[in-house]
């Protein structure tokens, strides 16, 4: 009886012991599972849009002094193929209001070297505009702005030279050809020499770039 009593009682311990381990077991591992780890936010950061750097003050004033100079320049040479006098070609000139006639007209001439001489003359006249505009300022560039000052300017120079000038006329195909050679200058010249002088200095409204959002 005693011995008996001595070996339960050491089984119930062992048991009670085991009941214990496994209780401890238990109470380490939650119901559900293993426990989740949350991985740290490895997201990348989008990079930013580079930004090139402004010249300096002096160089960016050289540079538009320069240009405003080929300009007065230009103008100079401008006002005297177009505002001179011509009193022997009154018979022959005549005005126009519709795009592309004189063009049609500049065309069908024999003579293959005067047709280059009217339309490549108009043409080469419009294209120191498109490269020193963007040299004078910033807000100066862009294909819209270049054609509107280039139109609006030899538009002035075509009527003053229809209402004051004798022997001169008013010709629209005129000034649709300037401004194509002002496109044409602003396409191939103008338009690096005004990104080199004048960069931008904060990204266009579609590089910016939302942050990227933390993850939950």
């Known amino acids: 009886m005693f011995g008996r009593r ?32 949350k991985e740290p936010d490895t997201a990348v950061p989008r990079a930013a849009v580079p930004v090139r750097r402004r010249p300096g003050r002096f160089v960016r004033a050289l540079v538009a002094l320069t240009a405003l100079a080929g300009m007065v320049a230009f103008a100079v040479v401008l006002a005297r193929l177009t505002l001179e006098a011509s009193p022997a070609s009154v018979p022959l000139t005549h005005s ?17 070297v005067d047709t280059v001489k009217q339309l490549g ?50 010709d629209i195909d005129d000034v649709l050809l300037n401004t194509t050679g002002a496109l ?13 002088v004048h960069p931008r200095t904060r990204p266009r409204w579609w590089q910016r770039r939302r942050p990227a959002r933390p993850s939950v």
């Open 6 to 37: 001595t070996s339960k009682g050491r089984g119930g311990a062992a048991a009670g012991g085991d009941g214990a381990d496994a209780g401890g077991a238990g109470g380490a591992a939650p119901a559900g599972g293993s426990p989740e780890r």
């Open 96 to 112: 126009n209001l519709t795009p592309g006639r004189s063009i049609e007209a500049y065309l069908g001439r024999p003579a293959f």
């Open 121 to 170: 003359g108009n043409i080469l006249l419009g294209v120191p505009f498109g490269i020193l505009l963007p040299l004078l300022s910033r807000k100066a560039r862009g294909f819209l702005r270049v054609a509107l000052l280039t139109a609006a300017t030899m538009l002035l120079v075509e009527l003053v030279q229809g209402a004051l000038v004798t022997g001169r006329a008013f």
């Open 184 to 196: 044409l200058g602003y396409v191939t010249v103008g338009r690096r020499l005004g990104r080199a």
